[in-house]
């Protein structure tokens, strides 16, 4: 069943089923940490140690998924030599910024790791999801249920997908900093599923179900209501409301600003949460954010060098599963229908939106590599971007770009999304120039450090 097909069916059988659902909350008080245990970017990332690589997961249903799942698949099969040993790129990720359908990538991989590869197509790329959702929805037996179209779809994703996981589970060993965003309806700001933002609502994020996060970080408007989160006010620990960040552009002045509306607990009650999509398609503002504030407060989690003093390559990948559908609006002199317009309107917003979501990061590693060159270190940052902008063959683009946004796409198709997404990244200009001047640069450190040896001797 198609995800408009769906929508129009919900929204038919609304008023059959009344006023009976209703929201509930589900985060609890927030806890005092110790040994480190707060889901915080400053307790990942540290035990890799060769390569500071950030992934981002658009948003687009299973095609982002898809697409995702492929570049992991890529990363996995990607072996470098430095420092006298063979390692994976997949093992060097230190995090993965996800919205919409890419949170599902993201957050099954947190938590299962290697079993991704063993079990993620048969349990959600392959499965007809929004079948499965459209019958729960549709269902008589639902329509005087006290349970919201999201609460169903977060009861499915646990008992299908995650299980009773809680961002607790994604504190294994070698796992990535895995932040799953959403947007806030009542701030109309981007909200992170991080301690950081969940310490502002005086909740404890390690009980939070991984569900319920990744249904916000995907809850379509209209199709879904809001995920609603409490904005607490018994806070155990002493929240620092005066962290370390630049305000010198509107973007951050623009987080500052909903930082504080989240201290007021009167005005700001609870917080309705809907697809991150709507405010970050890409996720890379929550990367851009995160580094920024990682940098500023000079947290040990962002160090630059690894455990034998040497500067860290930074690598940024962004999974873009945005299509450029053909609408037909071209072929007639007819005035387009009201659907040609509303897709043409959101692909030209949603298409200005990324690039400009790309310049930015662009142009902030570019900053971040020159001041860290201003303080002697030679630093090349690596943007790389998979999206179907640079499918090279043509027929393909096309069938790539006809893929609708759904939870239901066809075996064949997904298997063309993991394609392009292992292909695309394997071939990169700048992921293969990454690799190599890496492998020249740890040669050539490998290659000083045995002339320095040989000259103490001497």
Request: net charge negative; with cysteine.
């Amino acid at each position: 069943m198609n995800i408009n097909k769906l929508i129009a069916l919900v929204l038919a059988s609304v008023s059959l089923m009344g006023c009976s659902a209703k929201n509930v909350v589900s985060n609890q008080q927030q806890k005092v940490y110790t040994n480190n245990s707060a889901y915080s970017a400053e307790n990942f990332g540290q035990h890799h140690d060769e390569v500071t690589l950030i992934l981002s997961f658009s948003g687009g249903g299973t095609r982002a998924a898809a697409l995702s799942y492929g570049v992991l698949e890529a990363l996995r099969d990607t072996t470098i030599h430095i420092a006298g040993q063979d390692i994976r790129l997949l093992d060097e990720v230190d995090m993965i910024s996800s919205v919409s359908g890419g949170s599902f990538t993201a957050a099954y991989y947190g938590l299962y790791g290697e079993q991704t590869f063993d079990n993620y197509k048969e349990t959600f790329l392959y499965h007809e999801v929004t079948d499965d959702l459209a019958s729960l929805f549709l269902s008589p037996l639902r329509w005087f249920s006290t349970k919201t179209r999201t609460r169903l779809a977060e009861d499915y994703y646990k008992n299908n997908i995650f299980g009773d996981k809680t961002f607790a589970d994604i504190s294994r060993d070698n796992s990535p900093y895995i932040v799953i965003n959403s947007t806030d309806l009542s701030t109309g700001t981007r909200f992170s599923f991080t301690q950081g933002y969940f310490d502002m609502l005086c909740s404890d994020l390690n009980s939070y179900s991984i569900s319920s996060a990744v249904t916000a970080s995907s809850a379509v408007p209209l199709l879904f209501t809001p995920v609603v989160i409490e904005n607490r006010d018994d806070c155990v620990t002493q929240i620092d409301k005066d962290v370390m960040f630049d305000t010198s552009n509107y973007r951050n002045r623009n987080a500052v600003s909903t930082i504080e509306q989240y201290q007021d607990k009167e005005a700001v009650k609870y917080v309705h949460l809907v697809d991150g999509g709507i405010t970050d398609n890409l996720g890379l503002v929550a990367v851009y954010e995160m580094v920024e504030y990682l940098r500023l407060n000079k947290s040990k989690s962002l160090d630059p060098r690894n455990n034998r003093g040497q500067i860290k390559p930074l690598i940024i990948i962004s999974v873009d599963a945005a299509t450029n559908p053909e609408l037909g609006i071209a072929d007639s002199i007819d005035t387009p229908d009201l659907k040609q317009t509303v897709d043409a309107i959101t692909d030209i917003q949603l298409h200005r939106y990324n690039d400009s979501t790309k310049d930015l990061m662009i142009e902030a590693m570019h900053d971040w590599g020159r001041l860290a060159s201003e303080k002697g270190d030679d630093v090349t940052p690596y943007f790389v971007e998979v999206s179907f902008t640079k499918t090279l063959d043509r027929d393909k683009k096309f069938l790539l770009n006809q893929i609708r946004t759904d939870f239901n796409l066809s075996n064949d198709n997904v298997d063309l999304l993991v394609d392009e997404g292992y292909q695309q990244l394997n071939l990169d200009s700048t992921f293969q120039e990454f690799i190599h001047a890496h492998s020249f640069d740890a040669s050539r450190s490998e290659h000083s450090q045995t002339l320095l040896t040989a000259d103490e001797e001497i």
